[in-house]
């Protein structure tokens, strides 16, 4: 999926951004496909350095987090790193998966409609967007489909600024959810795989069919109802999705960032499948090794960029 998107050539260390978390790592290979962290750095964000937001100002402090951004760096002993790949918070970028209503009849008729679409789709004109875009397999009505993630370019300028005055170059900007549903990809299966991220006023829920997304949903939800949410999400899952032509059948789980709902996950597609899922952890997900004190959650995100290059 990350080839078709961006196409560059993967750093091995990334950095991971979230409203209250900056985390600095790199990886390596440890063989059988799996990757261990080889060096990593964490530190809190404190109120008010930054605001997530997808059209409006991210970065409130801009020398707070300049200084957080070097400080993480050497903490994980990257501060000589100069090519990094990133993932951003949740609510700064956005992620759909569009349909075209007919096959366009030329390559400028495609660009126009794409460009209409992520307008529709982002609520923001296509030239105040950097968009990636891959084309994915068709519906079951046969239109073509394209996943797409979106960033505004104000939003996107403001962090790359920084890494520029750091001497830093970001090849690779994506939400956090694509970062960390790579760990999906790298022991894919037959059958189709999910991936919950969870953040502080919802989450995100990315299915996989092989190496291709065929669903995508973004939740806004209060704790106490998010295993309402996903109870919905699998339904729809297993009368919509799992039921389709050609389907695989969900048969693996990856939940980040909310380790009760983790728990709580078999019973609930238990529930609304008949069958419980198996909930994949950081082993079977395949990071070989985590050192004492760090989670997999605080680390899933940039650690599955870092992994491209391993």
């Known amino acids: 999926m990350f080839d078709a998107l961006t196409r560059p050539s993967y750093p091995n260390a990334a950095l991971g951004i979230t409203d209250a978390v900056i985390a600095a790592v790199s ?9 261990s962290l080889e060096r ?5 964000l404190p109120a008010g350095v930054i605001a997530p937001s997808f059209s409006d100002v991210n970065i409130v402090d801009g020398r707070a987090f300049s200084s957080i951004l070097r400080e993480v760096s050497e903490a994980a002993g990257l501060l000589g790193q100069k090519r990094w ?7 700064a970028a956005r992620t759909a998966i569009v349909s075209l209503e007919s096959e366009p009849s030329s390559r400028q008729e495609a660009e126009e409609i794409l ?37 505004t370019l104000a939003v996107i300028d403001e962090y ?8 830093w170059k970001a090849g690779l900007i994506l939400p956090r959810s694509l970062g960390e549903a790579n760990w999906l990809l790298r022991n894919r299966t037959a059958t189709d795989s999910l991936l919950i991220s969870v953040s502080e006023d919802g989450f995100t829920a990315l299915l996989m069919r092989g190496s291709e997304p065929m669903l995508v949903r973004s939740v806004t939800c209060r704790p106490d109802e998010m295993d309402d949410e996903v109870y919905r999400l699998l339904m729809f899952y297993g009368d919509r999705v799992g039921g389709s032509q050609d389907a695989g059948m969900l ?3 990856l939940v980040v960032g909310d380790t009760e709902l983790r728990d709580r996950l078999p019973s609930i597609a238990n529930d609304a499948l008949g069958a419980p899922l198996r909930v994949v952890g950081p082993i079977e997900a395949g990071m070989d090794f985590l050192p004492d004190g760090v989670a997999f959650d605080s680390v899933a ?3 599955g960029l870092a992994a491209l290059a391993a």
Not at 40 to 44: A, E, I, K, T
Not at 85 to 91: A, E, G, Q, Y
Not at 160 to 167: K, N, T
């Open 85 to 91: 790949s990133v993932t951003l918070p949740s609510t």
């Open 160 to 167: 790359e600024s920084h890494f520029e005055s750091l001497g």
């Open 115 to 151: 460009d209409w679409k992520a307008e529709q789709t982002f609520g923001v004109p296509a030239t105040d967007l950097r968009v990636s875009r891959q084309k994915i397999a068709t519906d079951t009505s046969g239109k073509t489909r394209y996943f797409m993630s979106a960033v």
């Open 40 to 44: 990593v750095g964490m530190l809190d």
């Open 251 to 253: 048969e693996r789980v």
């Open 27 to 35: 990886v390596r290979r440890a063989g059988r496909g799996q990757v």
């Open 301 to 303: 995100a940039p650690a």
